[in-house]
């Protein structure tokens, strides 16, 4: 089976421990079905402060990462995979994500993720290295981390072998340009509200028209 790459450039990798530990993700990791690593872009600073940012030329506000630590940790990563990772920043500039980037995505081998902080990043290291950017939506975080968890929750539980079933992310919504049926549990009866006939009358020809019939087209 082959198995997803993926290298995280991040100043706060500890951000991403817990959700490397926990369900979906953290089965997958221990499957070896994906191999994430984070890399401190700090690390990677050869100056005497381990400074990774600067101010901005021209001025305004904030702070700005500056390129060489960032390109000297991918270029560790490149080192260390024997290859040249997809390179991914997370940016509210980039595009706004949905189904079609992630089902693009997952087809690659190896992708490495860079998370900016303060103001953002030199433009010159973008120009030189990033291949695509890519926005959560039009608004604007702290940082690239939690962006970067909800591009690879997304991208991870749709690699083969993560969920138990390809049909579980296959019949969701969004995956057919649809938004996914209602769903039950039990019990039958739940404050007076009951789950519809047709769910517990074991017809799975009506159970299924029933299904298509509530599920919503979004073209
Ligand atoms: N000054 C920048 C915002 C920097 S926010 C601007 O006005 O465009 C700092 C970092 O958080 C960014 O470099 C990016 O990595 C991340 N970030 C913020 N909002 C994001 C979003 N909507 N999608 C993806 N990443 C985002």
């Not at 969004?174 to 009951?194: A, D, G, S, V």
């Not at 047709?198 to 298509?212: A, C, R």
Request: charge should be positive.
């Amino acid at each position: 089976m082959q198995i997803f790459n993926i290298d995280v450039m991040t100043l706060f990798p500890e951000i991403f421990s817990l959700t490397m530990q926990i369900g979906i993700i953290g089965r997958a990791i221990k499957n070896n079905i994906i191999n994430l690593k984070c890399h401190q872009i700090r690390d990677f600073a050869k100056n005497k402060h381990r400074r990774v940012d600067d101010y901005p030329f021209g001025g305004g506000e904030g702070m700005i990462m500056m390129a060489e630590p960032i390109f000297q940790t991918f270029e560790h990563i490149k080192i260390a995979r024997q290859k040249t990772p997809y390179l991914i920043m997370m940016s509210p500039k980039g595009k706004v994500l949905n189904q079609e980037i992630i089902n693009r995505i997952r087809n690659f081998q190896d992708i490495a993720i860079l998370c900016g902080r303060y103001e953002g990043i030199d433009q010159r290291l973008i120009d030189e290295i990033v291949d695509e950017e890519i926005s959560i939506g039009n608004y604007v975080l702290t940082g690239g981390e939690l962006p970067a968890l909800v591009f690879l929750d997304t991208i991870i539980r749709t690699l083969p072998g993560v969920l138990s079933s390809e049909n579980s992310f296959k019949h969701e919504s969004y995956y057919n340009n649809t938004l996914e049926h209602p769903q039950y549990t039990r019990p039958q009866i739940w404050h007076n509200k009951k789950v519809p006939e047709v769910l517990l009358s074991g017809n799975h020809k009506e159970i299924k028209n029933w299904k298509k019939q509530k599920s919503k087209n979004i073209d």
